[in-house]
């Protein structure tokens, strides 16, 4: 299903956690770890004391370090993977208060240089490069993204991106540096929740929750707007329900009455479920967000995991 994956990571202890997730993706097979430097201001870069070279460099030593030891795990849980490093680096040609153009360093075998944009867009340019099936961002218990994944970077690869994005959160057990970080759930796709607006763009997400592998439990929800659509919902939601139920799976149908983000979530609580799963909603997706759509707030405000499935063309 997800054959080859996306790790972009900023070499912290969050992004770091992600190598416990990569054996339970199904079907996967190969693992890309992408650093993204944005180095388009070498002047900003040089007054922490470091030379251009001399970060990346870093960069490009630290994440090959990530990846034998992503490698390494992936290898003690008997899952055969192949890891591939990939250092982004974003430049910019610049001109000082002298009018002097600033040269970018020369090319080096190490890092793959980026003219211009942002982080984001070289992550998703990195999914497409590498033709990725989904990929993996880390976040924290509530909600708040961290490192290069923080507020606008992740906020553009939710929005704009058209790759399956699995957003990975934790339980923070304690505040602070030396925070602890435990898990929501020991096998994230055990018990899923998967929402919909019976529309068919958001059919995607359905197909894909079927297709998982020792998955035990499935929550399908809807959210209505007045008591006239139960009827209509509750009809929809069975025949979808036939379609997802097989041996060993349980599967419910859930209709809720409220502001739809609130109740989902409240549902996600109740149940302790290891995994939201819902639809971008295909080309209304990036209006929709910027409009604070159901999907954007869940994503956004959820405490634990949340699997985005774009719509497929074609």
Not at 25 to 36: Q, S
Not at 102 to 130: C, S
Not at 251 to 276: M, N, R
Request: charged share 25%; hydrophobic share 40%.
């Amino acid at each position: 299903m997800f054959e080859k994956v996306l790790i972009p990571t900023d070499f912290s202890r969050y992004s770091s956690k992600m190598a416990e997730y990569v054996t339970e993706i199904p079907g996967t097979r190969e693992v890309v770890l992408l650093n993204v430097l944005d180095a388009s201001n070498p002047k900003l870069l040089e007054k922490s004391g470091w030379s251009y070279d001399a970060i990346i460099s870093e960069a490009a030593f630290r994440l090959n370090e990530e990846a034998k030891l992503l490698a390494s795990i992936t290898c003690k849980n008997e899952v055969s993977l192949m890891v591939k490093p990939i250092l982004k680096v974003i430049v910019e040609p610049m001109s000082g208060a002298d009018g002097i153009n600033l040269n970018p360093p020369e090319p080096r075998q190490d890092a793959d240089f980026v003219y211009g944009g942002t982080v984001g867009d070289a992550i998703q340019k990195t999914a497409w490069e590498e033709n990725v099936s989904l990929i993996i961002m880390g976040a924290e218990g509530k909600g708040m993204l961290e490192g290069i994944l923080l507020g606008s970077v992740s906020t553009e690869v939710l929005r704009q991106g058209e790759t399956d994005l699995l957003i990975i959160r934790h339980k923070m057990l304690e505040k602070g540096k030396e925070a602890n970080m435990e898990r929501f759930c020991p096998d994230i796709f055990s018990r899923i929740l998967v929402t919909t607006d019976l529309s068919a763009a958001a059919e995607d997400a359905i197909v894909l929750a079927g297709e998982l592998e020792g998955t035990k439990e499935i929550l399908l929800a809807h959210v209505i707007s007045k008591e006239e659509e139960f009827g209509r919902a509750a009809e929809k939601l069975n025949l979808m329900r036939q379609d997802l139920e097989q041996p060993g799976r349980m599967v419910t149908i859930h209709i809720l009455k409220g502001k739809p983000a609130d109740q989902i979530l409240e549902l996600a609580k109740k149940h302790d479920v290891s995994l939201l799963i819902f639809s971008s909603q295909g080309k209304g997706w990036i209006k929709q967000m910027r409009l604070g759509s159901t999907s954007f707030d869940v994503a956004r405000r959820s405490d634990r995991p949340v699997l985005v499935v774009r719509q497929k063309t074609g």
